[in-house]
């Protein structure tokens, strides 16, 4: 088993808060991610898939066509987009950095079988310091 990893960047704009709550309340517990009138973060995305290397082309999988996977089901969706209000696959979701990478993953696992190699990790950088990995449900 090898395992291989895109980076990908994008830029989003989204707010955590509950809409029951007052803003000095979502202040508290969401904290500047609770801006009352939206802010961005520049996240990184890296997008690890892992399978046996093709003995006729020396790859586990090209990584052109992990970049297209990538651009086409999550990059052309959100990058640029308020999180929140424009990204279909996060609807009725908090727009947490967890939730987010759960539902690239959930975007991405059936497209990276097409390519022929398996989703291993989605890991979001949400600014340089924090970051969440998810590996899929069972793990
Ligand atoms: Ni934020």
């Not at 990584?63 to 990538?70: E, F, G, P």
Request: glycine share 6%; aromatic share 10%.
């Amino acid at each position: 088993m090898i395992y291989i990893t895109r980076r990908e960047t994008f830029n989003a704009a989204h707010r955590l808060f509950k809409p029951e709550w007052d803003d000095d309340r979502n202040l508290e517990v969401f904290g500047k991610c609770s801006n009352p009138q939206w802010h961005g973060h520049n996240y990184v995305l890296y997008v690890t898939v892992k399978g046996e290397v093709n003995p006729d082309t020396g790859f586990l999988v090209n990584l052109k066509d992990l970049s297209l996977v990538i651009q086409k089901y999550i990059l052309e969706k959100v990058d640029h987009k308020n999180i929140n209000i424009e990204v279909d696959f996060m609807a009725g979701k908090y727009a947490s950095s967890e939730n987010l990478a759960i539902a690239i993953w959930e975007q991405l696992e059936e497209p990276v079988r097409q390519i022929g190699a398996a989703l291993h990790c989605v890991k979001l950088l949400e600014t340089e310091k924090n970051s969440v990995e998810y590996y899929g449900k069972n793990n």
